[in-house]
């Protein structure tokens, strides 16, 4: 059930950009399905199979970059950690630690 839905919140990021939680139906049924032994072993591998293609296929996209937008991450992780830390030692609060 990990694997597969690994592999659809994958595909949802190569083709979308973003990734939504919690997964949506009906990929959310289908899951929860597997998850209580709803599905068949053989037709789960080959679910995961297929979605192991897709990956595979929308790997060499031209719309994916060759490498990330590393400015872009390090300018959210700051952001991430003042925010944090503006939360943790506002006044009014006390820090842990």
Known sequence: M????????GIELLT?????????????????SIRHGERPLAEVL???SGTEAR?????????IPAEP?????DDWLHRSYLNFWASQFAP????TG
């Open 46 to 48: 080959d679910v995961v």
């Open 2 to 9: 990990h694997a597969l839905r690994l592999g659809l919140q």
């Open 69 to 73: 937008d590393r400015a872009w991450v």
């Open 16 to 32: 979308t950009g973003r990734i939504t939680l919690p997964v949506p139906e009906p990929d959310c049924g289908y899951l929860r």
């Open 55 to 63: 990956l595979a296929e929308l790997r060499h996209s031209p719309d």
């Open 92 to 95: 009014g609060t006390r820090a």
